[in-house]
């Protein structure tokens, strides 16, 4: 376990900060060449902290859940290799395959109650980021002749790139 912590986390942390840095690069190339955009952050911010909030006391109690179920999997596992011999002398291979069969499923209700939260937030998230696509392409709209149309590219090619980071970051 340690082992998978160990060679898990760097590659956790680097795209971890990949990803904040790009999407703070995406909003400050936003807010450099429309400077309009900051009054449609502090909502934003909000409603994010509300969700992320929210999500992760949920999803941390899910994990926990799902690590305590995750135990008699593998004790019935090493029972069962253990006791391999016995198992086939008593003809006893359809009574264990439905202890483990029964034992995965008991596993797999919190870890598909996580992936529904994954899909919760990544819902949330994604609404958060087109709000925020919406009101720059509605400010290039708005500030059509006024702006350069390389510039407009930029900034909504940036702003639509935050949709994607943020769906992957989950």
Not at 28 to 37: D, G, H, Q, R, T
Request: proline content about 4%; overall charge positive; glycine content about 6%.
């Amino acid at each position: 376990d340690m082992d998978a912590l160990d060679t898990m986390m760097p590659w956790s942390a680097l795209a971890a900060f990949q990803i904040a840095f790009t999407a703070f690069g995406a909003v400050v190339a936003s807010i450099a060449a429309l400077p309009v955009v900051v009054l449609a952050l502090p909502p934003l911010v909000a409603a994010f902290l509300r969700i992320q909030k929210r999500y992760l006391s949920t999803s941390r109690e899910v994990k926990r859940i799902e690590a305590v179920s995750k135990s008699p999997v593998y004790a019935l596992f090493s029972a069962t290799l253990t006791g391999l011999a016995c198992i086939r002398a008593g003809r006893l291979q359809n009574y264990f395959r439905a202890l483990f069969v029964d034992s995965l499923d008991r596993y797999h209700r919190p870890h598909y109650l996580f992936l529904g939260g994954s899909r919760w937030v990544g819902i949330r998230l994604d609404g958060l980021s087109n709000v925020l696509v919406l009101t720059v392409a509605c400010t290039v709209v708005w500030l059509r002749g006024k702006i350069s149309p390389a510039l407009a590219g930029v900034v909504l090619t940036q702003s639509m790139q935050l949709t994607g980071l943020l769906q992957y970051g989950i």
